[in-house]
């Protein structure tokens, strides 16, 4: 896979877990292998740890609203 097909990968994924946050389990992975083959560890550290959902942080399995209403 070239760089740039790469980057439109990681905006693809990165942009389903903002449409669908409470089925994150095969985008993260998905994302992750593709932070690894590209040679960041730490995201994808944080992706299969699941910190790397928008809105959370490692260890919190709570999950959160796609939108807010005021």
Do not use: C, H, V, W
Not at 14 to 42: C, F, H, V, W
């Amino acid at each position: 896979m070239r760089t740039g097909d790469d980057q439109k990968a990681l905006l693809d994924f990165t942009k389903t877990l903002e449409l669908k946050p409470d089925e994150p389990a095969e985008i993260l992975s998905q994302r992750a292998e593709l932070y690894q083959r590209m040679g960041d560890n730490e995201k994808a550290i944080a992706d299969l740890t699941g910190s790397g959902i928008p809105g959370r942080t490692e260890g919190d399995k709570t999950p959160k609203p796609a939108l807010s209403i005021q």
